[in-house]
């Protein structure tokens, strides 16, 4: 079974998309690391053919070997994946390799475009959202930040890039269950998930 999560950034989504990878015993994969990690590269002035990214069994991100995972969630890199996103030859490539990774196999796959572009058949897609307002304090409160107003500036520039971009712009697909965050607990957003996939998959508990 496939599950896709879409949503802007901080609304919840890995955090409810890694719940479901381990209720149900899916693999988890946050394709915006992926998108981080390739910015990661080019900053670095790796040229982008020459760049080989890995994802492994246990979840870490390899860049040409070496594994960057816990480097990928900084405000630098919130912004150039952001830009590297724009890029066709980019989305291409990570689109491929996130289809191969999902292969045979039930995943929860978590991102922008997942629903819409990556898998198109998935059996369950439930996009999330949040006012900004409510996702930049969220934010703040992961990165231990007091101030709000630069994070909300960024997140606002980031939302503007990511839905008017003209390769696979973030959407709901037409088919997604949409969930709005602001006004829930983490927990409820979470019962709700695992009921809404259980129901989509017509079956009780695990396995789906
Ligand atoms: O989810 P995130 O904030 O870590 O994603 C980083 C950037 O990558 C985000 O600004 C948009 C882009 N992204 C994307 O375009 N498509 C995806 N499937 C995942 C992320």
């Known amino acids: 079974m496939h599950i896709a999560i879409d949503g802007p950034a901080a609304s919840g989504k890995s955090s409810v998309a890694k719940a479901l990878a381990d209720h149900f015993g899916f693999l988890y994969l946050e394709t915006g690391r992926m998108y981080r990690a390739v910015a990661l590269g080019l900053s670095r002035g790796i040229p982008l053919d020459q760049l080989r990214l890995e994802v492994t069994e246990a979840g870490r991100f390899l860049l040409n070997g070496e594994d960057v995972t816990d480097e990928l969630h900084t405000p630098a890199l919130d912004r150039g994946s952001s830009e590297v996103a724009t890029r066709r030859d ?11 990774i999902a292969e045979d196999r039930d995943v929860v796959m978590e991102g922008r475009d997942i629903g819409t572009v990556v898998l198109p058949n998935a059996e369950v897609k439930i996009f999330l959202d949040a006012a900004p307002e409510v996702r930049a304090e969220r934010r703040a ?14 997140l606002r520039r980031r939302d503007r890039r990511d839905r008017t971009r003209a390769i696979s712009p973030l959407n709901p697909a037409s088919d997604a269950h949409i969930i709005d965050t602001s006004e829930k607990a983490l927990t409820e957003v979470i ?13 009780g508990d695990t396995p789906v």
């Open 90 to 100: 980019v989305r291409e490539r990570m689109v491929s390799l996130q289809r191969e």
């Open 191 to 203: 019962l709700a998930a695992i009921a809404w996939v259980k129901e989509r998959s017509g079956k």
């Open 141 to 154: 409160r992961q990165r231990h930040q007091r101030d709000i107003e630069p994070i909300l500036e960024d």
